[in-house]
């Protein structure tokens, strides 16, 4: 806050910011009153247009725009508390989001290595696919130029409770709106809906098939998409919403709300010191094949503070309903071997 009780308006980055996720969010974050500086960044010339756009909206957010060509990732960077990362190549029909790997995982080293260099005590979104192993490969970076916390980086996951809440809705319009946390990771079947949170007993009473299709939906929403657009990419529209839902849900806690301060986010579980951690770790342990491996990144819902992570929720995999289980157990073998990749990769970076 500044001295007349104002919140302070927070410096910015959006890096691929000429993008199709990038440019509503971008949107988004200059109809905030809470962002005093929008910095938008993109190896595309085309930002500068985006910028020149934006800047006509008649809110505080002061919009300044980069490319490598002029002043590049450092003028971008340089007193940003915020930096979020819809950088990178996007699917196609038939594509798997590992496939965009190769791809990606140079971009979004390239982009830590700058974000440890400029603005290393930024808190960092991040949204390039795929997430389960885009996160380990910024988590690495960071940590080698020593700067990482673990408090303020995080994968974007909110898109998948944004979908699990509306598929409920659509067979029980009565439930109350943005409950559910889904956790584990943002791929296929790592991704665990737990729709108990908002069911409760409910959860029996409910056809099984039913539960079943708002899972699947969930788990593969984002290939219906990509399917729709038709080679036109994939979600942008209600990713960018997430993402800008997820970037208010951090600023409710840097701000000390009491509400709407809850999130899921993919984190990476070395710092047990965050409250919550070594139980989270205790309890992934019991759905796992192999008991003495602990899970090292996990999609878990949080209570954000002042400094990023206050808490992690790890109760809610205390009390799962049996199929919860059933998923978390399969989650708790596929992503590994996901969060690996990302690990292996900055090894021969
Ligand atoms: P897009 O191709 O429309 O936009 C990507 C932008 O990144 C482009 O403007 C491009 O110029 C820019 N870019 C590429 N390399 C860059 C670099 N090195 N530095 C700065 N900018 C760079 O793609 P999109 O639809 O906006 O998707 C972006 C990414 O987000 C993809 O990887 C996609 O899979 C992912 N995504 C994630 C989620 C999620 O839930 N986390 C949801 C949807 C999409
Ligand atoms: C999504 O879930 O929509 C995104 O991860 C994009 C994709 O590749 O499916």
Redesign the pocket.
Known sequence: MDTEGQFKGAKVTV????????QPLSLMLKANFKVGKLSL????G??SGVAMDLSHIDTPAHIEWFTPKNGG?KKALTGSEYVLV??????KPGMS?ND?FKI?AG?CA??ATAIAEFSPNATTL??????NSTVPVFVEILKRHGVFNARKLF??????SVRADTFLHRIKPEMKWGLIRVVGG?SGDTIVPLLSTVLGTEMNKVPREKIQAVVHHTQYG?DEVIKAKNGG????LS?AY??NKFFCTVLNGRDQFSKDHVGCTYVCLEDESINGVSELKGLLRTFKKDQNLDMKYFAIPCVFGQHGIERVMYECLEKLHPYEKEMVEICCDSLPGNYEKGLEFTRTY
């Open positions: 890096i691929g910011a000429a993008g199709g996720i990038g960044y993109d190896v595309s085309t930002v990732l819809p950088a990178g190549v996007p699917r989001r965009l990606n971009i390239e982009l991040v949204i390039s696919n795929p997430v994968g974007v996951t909110t898109l998948d943002h984002g990419g994939s979600s942008t990713m997430a993402a």
